[in-house]
């Protein structure tokens, strides 16, 4: 392709790109505005790298750098020096060792400043001490770490290496057990005890230490540490190289530059409240006194130093406190449990059962595997059978479904399939009548133990002795061996909308408050109302019981003439196979 072919496509592309983002329009004239339309922070490109080479052609410019942007924007003093640099950058330069050549674009404005978070004050709580320690006594912790020895349990992590002292850290819980204490925090690090009560940072002697190492391209997910395992205040103090650490509370989002042997002094709102982490990257857009930059990671080490508490959390910020995490089980009693299912169960289901339908298509193997075992001539139910998708195939056993939504009934009539209207709570089947029963993401729905109890009590009344069924709930664990479910890997930047509109709680009639669930994200309650946007508009919420390890197994250990054949993990779901015995 000619080149000159090739730079006009490019532009145009760029300009319906800014048009679109920045409502900037382009100029086919010279102006004394340009676009550097293919580089900017997103690709890594530096203040530093622009001014060592448009310094050498014009006097005097102003960069302008869009934070999360790949272009950039130069504003000249005049349309000669603009049209100097566009004639020895254009299709010519090839920048940041790569091969694609830089591709400019006359504009009728720049953007009027960089997109400024640095600016806006900390999270009420938060505290940033700069130079807490020095040059030598970095150096010094950084060499006591030996990251290959095992005394102090050094561990390899998805984002990181860390090692911990006093208590270990327990990042499958987030909590620590404090009746298993570890090697104490080194008496060579009790001077930086000694200093951070010079600095009133939290008016105890800290007795945990959790040291991250991080290598560029490395960070830590965002979180809220966990509220009752520990005080107030947490520090955290950085090493090495400088990063940035992001906080978010809802809509508000702050950026805070964590320079090297700087001290992070978390404490209130900013630790009960606010989220923060270190996105995995390998360069950090900061902001230094010429403007916004690109500053490139190297190796980042940090010593975050909490006090273990014992008993609940006291704070007032309970949206996000484990202490009450399980305050709406407490509240949920039987009378509430009907009304809270017909409105956020069965109401739902009927107002999105062809969108629910169309995104549940494909069998769940091990389900599949199950019907599979099955004796030719045998009756299969399906409890909850939804739009069907489990009574498709083997045409040598009898297929049967019920559930409590009219229009997923209505789905499966259409296709042909033997379906009931029914109720898992009241199955309208004989007793020992079955030689198999399934219920695939059913019982989690069920807003009380005994109505979770009673449902399984009716799948196993009416199995023949000797009879099988597999029963689906959803897991509290979305995570399994360190292996991120499905659910959790497909989370896109819709469900932080979703869950903004929705608001963080719901109080329901009898004053039970249910937690808003943000989708795509790890459980921290077990009884939450969860998101649903509707294909085609509208926001909908379902309550969800999800079951920790060794709840589905409990359960079903208490109901008579049910011996359990197996239970295992699949995908974010707890999964349990019960056969019942004769009495």
Known sequence: MNPAVKNLRKQRRAQHRLARDMNIKCSDEPTQCLMICNAGLVTGLRREDVDSIVNELVPSYNLIMPVGKSYCFLKLRTKEHAQIVFDALHGRLKFQNKNT????????????????????????????????????????????????????????????????????????????DPDNPIAPIPESYKFLLTRFKEHHCGNYDYDQLTINRYLPGQGIPPHIDTHSPFEDTILSLSLGSPCVMEFKRGEERRLVFLSSRSLLVMSGEARYAWIHGIVPRHNDVIRNKDGVTVLQRSTRTSFTFRKLHSGDCRCSFEKYCDSRKNYS??????????????????????????????????????????????????????VGCGNGKYLHGRPDIFKVGCDRSFGLTDVCHGRGFEVLLADCLHIPYKNDSLDAVISIAVIHHLSTIDRRKQAISEITRVLKPGGHCLIYVWAKEQKKNSVASTYLKSRTNEHDKLLNDLGETVTIEGGAILPVHENRTEFTHSDMLVPWKRKGGGNFLRFYHVFEEGELSSLCSELPNVLITNTYYDQGNWCIILEKVKS
Do not use: C, M
């Open 101 to 176: 050549p830089l591709y400019l674009s006359f504009t009728e404005t720049v953007p009027s400043a960089d997109d400024d978070l640095w600016n806006k004050p900390l999270p009420p709580g938060l505290r940033l001490i700069e130079e807490f320690i020095t040059l030598e006594e970095e150096d010094f912790l950084l060499k006591f770490l030996d990251w290959t020895e095992t005394g102090t349990n050094p561990s390899e992590l998805k984002h990181r290496q860390v090692k911990h002292f006093g208590y270990e850290f327990r990042y499958d819980t987030n909590k620590v």
């Open 329 to 382: 089980s407490t509240i949920i009693n039987n009378n509430l449990a009907s009304d809270i299912e017909n409105t956020y169960v069965h109401k739902v289901y009927e107002q999105i059962s062809d969108h629910f339908s169309e995104t549940r298509h494909k069998p769940w193997p091990n389900v599949t595997k199950f019907i599979e075992s099955l004796d030719k001539g045998g009756l299969l139910l399906d």
